[in-house]
């Protein structure tokens, strides 16, 4: 069965530091990974994804992400954060033979300081 | 300009009245989903579409249902709304293919008295 953790349930760092938000997936397969944010009173937007290739994942925004398959992680990160990257973020996961169903993680909420 | 919107995006409705949550998408995308979410919270697959006169209940159960007789629409309707359906909507939509990325709508919430 598949399944996404996302352990924090909130993240706080200060604007200029480095942030990173945690994801850890189990899936049947090789899995297909993506990084959602949601802001307030909106809908989902896709920031990346992992397919294949590269571990390492540029997204929107500054945004990457670094497959791990060892580790089953999926962690996202940016190298210096914004006031404006607050929001909720959401992992998910599919895998990549047979089934439909993409599973979201709880969410993160990142908080940041000016 | 291709995108996905659902309208009302806000509806405050009583016990007992049918309603119906709208969804258009402009992306020409096969697959659509109906996801629940409380605010802040995770997300809940409740119907989905893998095209015209395709849909499928997810995994969270519902009493809404859906109808999917264009490729572009998706309506959901509960026949008689509760407050417990009183929810986040949001709808989605995905290319065809494996491992693509869902685009999401703004998102109805729905309150019911």
């Known amino acids: 069965a598949q399944s996404v953790a996302q352990p924090e349930d909130q993240v706080n760092v200060a604007e200029g530091n480095p942030l990173t938000v945690k994801c850890t997936y189990s899936?049947?397969?090789?899995?297909?990974l993506f990084w959602y944010v949601q802001y307030p009173n909106r809908g989902l937007q896709f920031l990346l994804k992992y397919i294949t290739g590269d571990n390492l994942v540029k997204g929107s925004y500054g945004f990457e992400a670094e497959f791990n398959k060892s580790q089953t992680s999926f962690h996202l990160k940016k190298p210096s954060a914004l006031v404006s990257d607050s929001a909720l973020y959401f992992c998910?996961?599919?895998?990549?033979?047979?089934?439909?169903?993409?599973?979201f993680g709880a969410g993160t909420r990142l908080f940041v300081k000016a | 300009e291709a995108d996905i919107y659902q309208t009302p995006r806000y509806l405050v409705i009583g016990t007992g009245k049918k309603i119906t949550l709208e969804c258009s998408q402009t992306m020409g995308h096969d697959k659509m989903y109906w996801y629940q979410q409380d605010p802040g919270m995770e997300l809940h697959l409740i119907h989905y579409?893998?095209?015209?006169?395709?849909?499928e209940k997810g995994d969270l159960s519902s009493e809404s249902t859906v109808s999917r007789i264009r490729t572009e629409h998706f309506p959901l309707t509960l026949e008689s709304a509760r407050p417990s359906h009183t929810s986040q909507y949001l709808c989605?939509?995905?290319?065809?293919?494996?491992?693509?990325?869902?685009?999401f709508g703004p998102g109805t919430r729905l309150t019911v008295t």
């Open positions: 989605a939509s995905s290319e065809y293919e494996t491992g693509r990325e869902q685009y």
């Open positions: 998910a996961v599919r895998a990549n033979t047979g089934g439909f169903k993409t599973i």
């Open positions: 899936v049947s397969g090789n899995p297909y």
């Open positions: 579409s893998y095209g015209v006169n395709s849909t």
